[in-house]
């Protein structure tokens, strides 16, 4: 009994800390190798053609970069959101006959507060594209 004592007081030294140190510079050593050693040793000629970007064969047909409405933005959050707010219903489904009625009123409360956040998105006009 002494003897565990005495190992959790010494478990929090500075020194029971060395093997993790140690590791982590090994890795951290490798890392910073591997990566010196295959820009030495790779080829190191550039040109146009290897700078340029290559999308699975295909010509490159303009800028990449063109303006997104924001709206496929928010409907993306907003179903993202609600998507995940049904995820909650999950483990009422298994467990609905153990929670009784304690557990129902609880999911009703959620539910309310779910249909008042959708009401809020649709009155807003959120989900309305036409605008």
């Known amino acids: 009994m002494l003897d565990l004592l005495n190992l959790r007081t010494n478990m929090s030294t500075p020194e029971s800390y060395i093997p993790i140190l140690l590791q982590?510079?090994?890795?951290?050593?490798?890392?910073?190798?591997?990566?010196?050693?295959?820009?030495?040793?790779?080829?190191?000629?550039k040109?146009?053609?290897?700078?340029?970007?290559?999308?699975?064969?295909?010509?490159?047909?303009?800028?990449?970069?063109?303006?997104?409405?924001?709206k496929y933005?928010?409907?993306?959050?907003?179903?993202?959101?609600?998507d995940v707010e049904v995820i909650f219903f999950y483990?009422?489904?298994?467990n609905f006959k153990s929670m009784g009625w304690d557990g129902f009123m609880a999911v009703l409360a959620f539910v309310s507060i779910f249909l008042m956040g959708f009401l809020y998105v649709w009155k807003r006009g959120a989900l309305e594209w036409e605008k």
Do not use: Q, W
Request: hydrophobic fraction near 50%; proline fraction near 5%.
């Open 73 to 82: 933005f928010l409907s993306a959050i907003l179903f993202v959101l609600f």
């Open 47 to 70: 040109t146009a053609k290897k700078e340029d970007n290559f999308e699975c064969g295909i010509e490159i047909k303009g800028d990449a970069r063109f303006p997104v409405s924001v």
């Open 24 to 45: 982590m510079g090994v890795a951290v050593g490798f890392v910073v190798l591997t990566l010196s050693i295959s820009h030495l040793l790779g080829p190191s000629r």
């Open 91 to 94: 483990p009422y489904a298994v």
